[in-house]
């Protein structure tokens, strides 16, 4: 019999109303393929073990859900269009979602590749960036901040680009300013960009 994490429930209950029965429908087609999956979270998000390793994974956003078989490029493929959005792309509704007979079978395959003891490939594309460029803004205001510029220099180049990108990235003016104030109180605190992650 299924076990029900009360933490997917509450994850469930606050996903947007259009999210919802994505995710219902989703945690029920996993517990019928695999009854022995244990619910849980992943980088804050529902994930479903077997044998103690990650099956697969499921998530709410504004606008769309998405799920991720953990072995999906062995067995699905790459059939989703965004990167990140596992192997169904972005889902707005229970429609989008592959039937239950064809989802089981993905599931089944992925749970032989567990029991096989085959790794998930790695989906991380090596690459060699060029030194991210400090923003004028950025470079200002971490200039009037000891502690922040102290942090930011101890960054290496990925986690200076995670703040760099999510500044240059911001549309308009009053985004930009809130970001810019937010990334420096946070790096004179000694955060990384993403830190409420990092517990996960």
């Not at 244990?38 to 994974?57: D, H, N, V």
């Not at 709410?60 to 965004?82: M, R, T």
């Amino acid at each position: 019999m299924p076990q029900y994490d009360p933490r997917i429930d509450a994850y469930i209950a606050r996903s947007a109303e259009f999210a919802q029965p994505i995710l219902v429908r989703l945690r029920g087609l996993v517990h019928a393929a695999c009854p022995e999956a244990e619910e849980t979270l992943k980088w804050s998000a529902p994930a479903f073990l077997y044998k103690g390793r990650i099956l697969c994974g499921m998530a709410a956003f504004k606008q769309h859900a998405a799920f991720n078989i953990w072995h999906g490029a062995l067995v699905v493929g790459k059939q989703g269009s965004d990167a990140g959005m596992g192997q169904f792309g972005r889902l707005t509704r229970v429609a989008d979602l592959p039937g239950k007979r064809e989802m089981t079978g993905y599931l089944k395959q992925a749970m032989q590749l567990i029991d096989d003891g085959v790794k998930a490939p790695s989906t991380r594309i090596a690459a060699t960036k060029p030194p991210a460029t400090v923003p004028d803004d950025l470079a200002a205001a971490l200039k009037k901040n000891r502690r922040a510029q102290s942090t930011f220099d101890g960054f290496p180049p990925g986690q200076q680009r995670e703040y760099i990108e999510w500044l240059t990235e911001a549309k308009r003016e009053e985004t930009r300013a809130r970001r810019l104030q937010q990334a420096v109180e946070w790096m004179a605190e000694g955060k990384r960009r993403h830190w409420k992650y990092q517990a996960c």
